[in-house]
């Protein structure tokens, strides 16, 4: 149910085709986060566009850092990475009413990445791909909130782990590892039971009024007095295919069927398992 020979010859490395119930739970899994997301912690879904011009991406500090990772397109926009990049840009260049923060948004989408920086990573199976599906999680919110929107954020994204009944963990980077744009992120990692290891299946960061100033995205202060940087964390709510991975991974059963975790099971027609 998992061909990686057939996506290589139509597409070549990094790509995975998915047939029968596993398309099915993958499906299911990004149904069932946005839902999650939407109906019980108090997000926005959207749909958005799978391509930005240079200033979205620039904006959301993609360019020209990243600009390597990216995939661009004849005509000079960018494929997304993720998500947060055209959620986020929804603010670029607006000035916001005070009374609309924080304004949460959440949306189910394909990214793309050329994965130039990962020669030799993660080349077998489907954890490192060039194109994957993913939810992700943006507020735009009052500067005095944003550390507290952050944390709230994290939790969020594991509720979602919590629901699925995998292992997982939070890890605060160092400086070292913190991205650019970020002043602080939290990783969450999953147990790999087939790598015998701990990967990242979401990274929330707090970005504070790095993004708002590069895009421009201001609120007026209630009172009417002045405009101020609004700040913009973002994570992943979370990473659809490696979910996937750890639902395969840690619930498969000594017969080689995978149960398919309680909350998911309504997506995929009541089934409780796949067969080996």
Known sequence: MMDFATAAKMAGARFTILRGPLARLERALGQFMLDLHTGQQGYTEMVVPSMVNDAAAYG??????????????????????????????????????????????????????????????????????????????????????????????????EAVLRALNVPFRRVVLCSGDTGFGAAKTYDLEVWMPGQQAWREISSCSNTRDFQARRMNA?????????????????????????????VMENHQQADGSILIPEPVRAYMGGLERIGA
């Not at 194109?131 to 005095?144: N, Y």
């Not at 405009?227 to 295919?241: D, E, F, I, K, R």
């Open 218 to 246: 201001r609120f007026r202060a209630a009172d009417g007095k002045g405009l101020s940087y609004v700040h913009t964390p973002n994570g992943s709510g979370v990473a659809v295919g490696r979910a996937l991975i750890a």
């Open 60 to 157: 959301t500090d993609k360019l020209p850092k990243f600009g390597d990772d990216l995939f661009r397109t004849t005509d000079g926009r960018w494929l997304i990475p993720t998500a947060e990049v055209p959620l986020t840009a929804t603010a670029m260049g607006e000035v916001l009413v005070e009374k609309s923060l924080p304004t949460r948004l959440t949306a189910l989408t394909d990214c793309f990445r050329s994965e130039a920086g990962a020669a030799g990573r993660d080349t077998r199976g489907m954890l490192r791909q060039h194109q994957f599906r993913k939810v992700e999680l943006v507020s735009i919110c009052h500067p005095d909130r944003s550390a507290e929107e952050h944390e709230r954020m994290t939790t969020c994204a």
